[in-house]
């Protein structure tokens, strides 16, 4: 396969300036206002993108992503390391980077398109379906500085996508247009995939990674800390955000007025299929599943609600209870306390599914919650797909 973006070895440090506080300002009188703080925003990164592949740049805000596609689309220069690129990249970065404000819309396709290596005359042939996709034609000979940021995106994107890139690169940017739009947007990036074309897309929207990426790169701290599947990005992703939160809550609880109740915690999760299979067990389809539950907790807590869900991999809810609106008091939490569930009469489509469970108070304050508890599979003759099953007889009428 060829390799058309190499990151080697590339790193980018800022140097921010920070106001000092008045307190600073008195101790250090007569200095200046700001002091410098240099940080690293990427960290020795290595990245080879294929040719003709989808990938997702993930990771909490501020971890990078974005100044990590501006060095590929070669609008910021590492510090160290280098990026190579083979083939015309097309790139959709930040609102209104590459347009000119002062410009109307029709000077501004020329304006890029020509930043893109496109002639005056290719131009010309492509701009009727340019401001066609865009689908602000009444606008076109309004200044730039007049759209709106959805309006900027339409026009950005639509000329991005007919320049004819090998590479393109999307920053979050289209989450602005509104929802036809993406949705003409994502139709595009389809049509590209199939095409052979290359895709670097920055998202938040973690379904889209799994729906759109082969392969997912996460970032943190400006390092890559997985590079893979977009399953197993959104694995790491997920259980990051989970310590992050979980972190948070334990920094609260340090506060002297901590409440010990919020020390409760699940310490260990059991699956039994009603075949028997236990550990990650496989389930046929419609056959029931026992989840099995420990909590420790340093005080006695009375009225836990105890919460059990299924997820898909990409955690979207596919069903969830607990133990009020099931009608049970699951008494008051010991130092061990074990609970059990059995979710029977389950028609879940094949496919791997994961356990959530989670732990509130009876004033509705979250104690614990465990995203990807447990996992567990269906199984089935494969005759459909999607979270749900169903007996389909399919009959020809005439
Ligand atoms: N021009 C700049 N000068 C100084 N610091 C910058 C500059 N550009 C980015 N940064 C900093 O670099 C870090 C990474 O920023 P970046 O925009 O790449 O993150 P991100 O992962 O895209 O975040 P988000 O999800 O919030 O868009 C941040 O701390 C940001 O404040």
Redesign the pocket.
């Known amino acids: 396969m060829t390799t058309v973006v190499e990151i080697a070895n590339l790193s980018k440090h ?3 300036r920070k106001e000092k506080s008045l307190k600073e300002r008195v101790v250090n009188f007569g200095r200046s206002r700001a002091h410098k703080e240099d ?1 690293w ?2 960290r020795d990164i290595d990245v080879s993108i294929e040719a003709g592949t989808t990938v997702g740049l993930i ?12 060095m590929i689309g070669g609008i ?1 220069q590492p510090d160290t390391g280098s990026v190579s690129i083979r083939g015309r990249l097309a790139a959709l970065l930040e609102l209104g980077a590459g347009f000119h404000p002062d410009l109307t819309g029709r000077e501004n396709v020329y304006l890029n398109a020509s930043i893109l290596g496109i002639s005056r005359e290719q131009t010309d042939k492509y701009f009727d379906a340019i401001v066609d996709f865009s689908g602000i034609e009444k606008f076109i000979d309004t200044q730039v500085k007049f759209y709106s940021s959805g309006m900027y995106v339409r026009l950005a994107f639509a000329v991005a996508v007919h320049v004819d890139p090998d590479i393109l690169l999307v ?2 940017v289209l989450a602005v247009g509104d929802e036809p739009f993406q949705r003409k947007c994502l139709e595009r990036i389809r049509q590209f995939q199939a095409e052979g074309r290359t895709i670097i897309l ?1 998202t ?1 929207g973690l379904d889209q990674v799994d729906e759109f990426c082969d392969r997912a790169v996460v ?1 943190e701290n ?1 390092r890559v800390v997985t590079d893979g599947t977009a399953r197993e990005a959104l694995r790491t992703l997920r259980a990051d955000f989970e310590d992050a939160r979980q972190e948070e809550r334990s920094r609260q609880q340090a506060a002297p007025d901590a409440r010990k109740e919020l020390d409760a915690h699940f310490t260990g999760i059991a699956l039994r299929s009603d075949s028997g299979a236990i550990g990650q067990p496989t389930l046929a389809q419609g056959e029931g599943l026992l989840v099995a539950m420990e909590i420790d907790s340093p005080v006695p807590v009375a009225r836990p609600i105890i919460e059990i869900g299924i997820a898909t991999p990409l955690g979207m809810s596919v069903y969830s209870t607990n133990t009020t609106l099931l009608g049970v008091e699951p008494g008051t939490l010991r130092p061990t306390s074990k609970f059990q569930v059995h979710l029977g009469g389950m028609r879940l489509g094949e496919g791997d599914y994961s356990i959530q469970v989670g732990l509130t108070l009876d004033d509705g304050t979250e104690v614990h919650r465990v995203p990807d508890a447990a996992q567990f599979s269906v199984t089935g003759p494969g005759t459909s797909a999607g979270f749900v099953g169903a007996d389909a007889e399919f009959e020809v009428l005439s």
């Open positions: 800022f140097t921010i940080f925003a990427l990771g909490p805000n501020g971890s990078g992503k974005s100044t990590l596609l501006k910021l920053d979050e920055v938040h970032l400006g």
